[in-house]
């Protein structure tokens, strides 16, 4: 692509020393990219227009779009950070999000039983899909989603499915369900209190309070209706559980197991897999529940029977260790209790307060971390990693209790 070509031989001149012409390059390549995009959507047009977007809310709502290539950044990044999961569960199940959610469970109690009456998904489900996709609405993502999606319609790897997704955007922003001023969310098109994608939105986003309009930004009761919608149409089981903790036998193999390889709960009782606490399996699961054995850090940490239940808010975005977290938080928010098998590891996660806390004692020390906001990014790591090798840690640069308790 001639972009590409421009951003190129930019670099290349600048490492041979000729800064002008690379500054000079640099700017001759943004216009380019402009004239590209705007060649891209005069292409996208007749498309859109065959995807039921009239030419004139094509131009309404395409015409001032300028392209942020920074999202293009985020599509190729590979992360090469991991998180471990206790790391990733610390901070989306902590105290916070636990009491936050009974808040809310209490606050929608109204709205709640409604939807449980209607799609026959309970409340603590509902409300823990809500609490990890948007933190219960309060983290929505902030890029335009006709530019974001626009963007990736026109460069980078994926164009095809995210030309789908622009499209859905427009028809969204044509039918009046959002404004356009309010149509924002992730970097890759997710937004609202669901983060449902436009396609999603269109398939399954339901006006649960009647005022004539989806809305997935401003409207919770909408919200609560298309997150229990979109369960019942991925399958969701009425009155089964996502799933529960287990004890395995020492000798057990756990090899070829897995959330989709299911067996009979009587078949894993023969197998000596008893409730967390010793008793029968027989005493949580009718025997011929069919259920597969999902170990995210191996037999030496906590072991789940999941069903059914638990594959369908898997559907919701493609990770086990993501529907583990909104299935164990939805246990959390009914009174239930922390795994009772500790996670491999000496140095568990931090919750986010307490990854306030660490923050703000790097920035007591001079390191230039920016805000302390709970979030880890790479200049956080980097101040770790320099503590860690003065305290003599391993110096990884993970947010653990280890450095934590050492700084404190
Ligand atoms: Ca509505």
Same mark, same amino acid.
């Given at each position: &692509?001639?972009? *590409?070509?421009?951003?190129?031989s930019?670099i290349?001149?600048?490492?041979?020393?000729?800064?002008?012409?690379?500054?000079?390059?640099?700017?001759q390549? !943004?216009?380019a990219?402009?004239?590209?995009?705007?060649?891209? &959507?005069?292409?996208l047009?007749p498309?859109?227009?065959? !995807?039921?977007?009239?030419?004139?809310?094509? %131009?309404?709502?395409?015409g001032n779009? $300028?392209?942020? &290539?920074?999202?293009?950044?985020?599509?190729?990044?590979q #992360?090469?950070?991991?998180?471990? =999961?206790?790391? /990733?569960?610390? @901070?989306?199940?902590?105290?916070?999000?636990?009491?936050?959610?009974?808040?809310?469970?209490?606050? /929608?109690?109204?709205?709640?039983? *409604?939807?449980q009456?209607?799609?026959? $998904?309970?409340?603590a489900t509902? $409300?823990?899909?809500?609490?990890?996709?948007?933190?219960?609405g309060?983290?929505?993502? %902030?890029?335009?989603?006709?530019?974001?999606?626009?963007?990736?319609?026109?460069?980078?790897?994926?164009?095809?499915?995210?030309?789908?997704?622009?499209?859905?955007?427009?028809?969204?922003?044509?039918?009046g369900?959002?404004?356009p001023?309010r149509?924002?969310?992730?970097?890759?098109?997710?937004?609202?209190?669901?983060?449902?994608? #436009?396609?999603?939105?269109?398939?399954?986003?339901?006006?649960?309070?009647?005022?004539?309009q989806?809305?997935?930004m401003?409207?919770?009761?909408? @919200?609560?209706?298309?997150?229990?919608?979109?369960?019942? %149409?991925?399958?969701?089981?009425?009155?089964?559980?996502?799933?529960?903790?287990?004890?395995? #036998?020492?000798? &057990?193999? =756990?090899?070829?197991?897995g959330?989709?390889?299911?067996?009979?709960?009587?078949t894993w009782?023969?197998?000596g897999?008893t409730?967390?606490?010793?008793?029968?399996?027989?005493s949580?699961?009718? #025997?011929?529940?069919?259920?597969?054995?999902?170990?995210?850090?191996?037999?030496?940490?906590?072991?789940?029977?999941v069903?059914?239940?638990?594959? $369908?808010?898997y559907?919701?975005?493609?990770?086990?260790?993501y529907?583990?977290?909104?299935a164990?938080?939805?246990?959390?928010?009914?009174?239930?209790?922390?795994?009772?098998t @500790?996670?491999?590891?000496?140095?568990p996660?931090?919750? *986010?307060?307490?990854?306030?806390?660490?923050?703000?004692?790097?920035?007591?020390?001079?390191?230039?971390?920016?805000e302390?906001?709970?979030?880890?990014?790479?200049?956080?790591?980097?101040?770790?990693?320099?503590?860690?090798?003065?305290?003599?840690l391993?110096?990884?640069?993970?947010?653990?209790? %280890?450095?934590?308790?050492?700084l404190?």
């Amino acid at each position: &692509m001639a972009t *590409r070509f421009h951003i190129k031989s930019g670099i290349s001149l600048f490492f041979h020393g000729i800064t002008l012409i690379s500054l000079a390059l640099a700017a001759q390549s !943004a216009q380019a990219q402009e004239s590209d995009f705007t060649s891209c &959507m005069n292409r996208l047009q007749p498309e859109a227009q065959k !995807a039921g977007i009239s030419s004139r809310s094509f %131009k309404q709502f395409t015409g001032n779009i $300028v392209p942020d &290539m920074s999202i293009l950044e985020k599509l190729d990044y590979q #992360p090469e950070f991991r998180q471990p =999961i206790w790391d /990733y569960l610390a @901070a989306l199940v902590d105290d916070q999000r636990i009491q936050e959610g009974k808040q809310n469970l209490g606050l /929608y109690k109204d709205t709640l039983s *409604r939807v449980q009456a209607r799609y026959g $998904v309970d409340p603590a489900t509902v $409300v823990a899909v809500w609490g990890v996709e948007s933190n219960f609405g309060q983290t929505f993502g %902030k890029y335009p989603l006709a530019q974001a999606l626009g963007t990736l319609s026109c460069y980078g790897r994926r164009q095809a499915f995210f030309q789908k997704e622009f499209f859905a955007a427009l028809r969204i922003l044509q039918s009046g369900d959002i404004a356009p001023e309010r149509l924002v969310g992730s970097w890759a098109g997710a937004f609202g209190h669901t983060q449902f994608m #436009p396609t999603t939105f269109e398939r399954l986003a339901v006006d649960f309070d009647a005022d004539g309009q989806r809305d997935l930004m401003d409207n919770v009761d909408d @919200a609560l209706g298309s997150t229990a919608n979109y369960l019942v %149409k991925n399958g969701w089981q009425t009155g089964q559980p996502w799933g529960f903790e287990v004890k395995l #036998p020492k000798d &057990m193999s =756990i090899a070829g197991e897995g959330r989709r390889k299911k067996r009979s709960i009587q078949t894993w009782a023969s197998k000596g897999v008893t409730a967390v606490n010793g008793k029968a399996l027989a005493s949580l699961a009718a #025997p011929s529940t069919q259920a597969g054995l999902l170990t995210p850090a191996g037999a030496n940490g906590p072991a789940f029977l999941v069903f059914k239940n638990f594959d $369908v808010i898997y559907s919701y975005n493609a990770a086990e260790s993501y529907a583990l977290a909104i299935a164990h938080l939805a246990d959390r928010l009914r009174g239930g209790e922390a795994f009772q098998t @500790a996670w491999p590891t000496d140095d568990p996660g931090l919750s *986010r307060a307490e990854r306030i806390v660490l923050q703000k004692k790097l920035l007591q020390k001079g390191y230039a971390i920016g805000e302390a906001d709970g979030l880890i990014g790479s200049k956080t790591r980097e101040a770790i990693k320099a503590e860690q090798t003065r305290l003599g840690l391993k110096a990884d640069g993970r947010a653990g209790q %280890k450095i934590l308790k050492a700084l404190q």
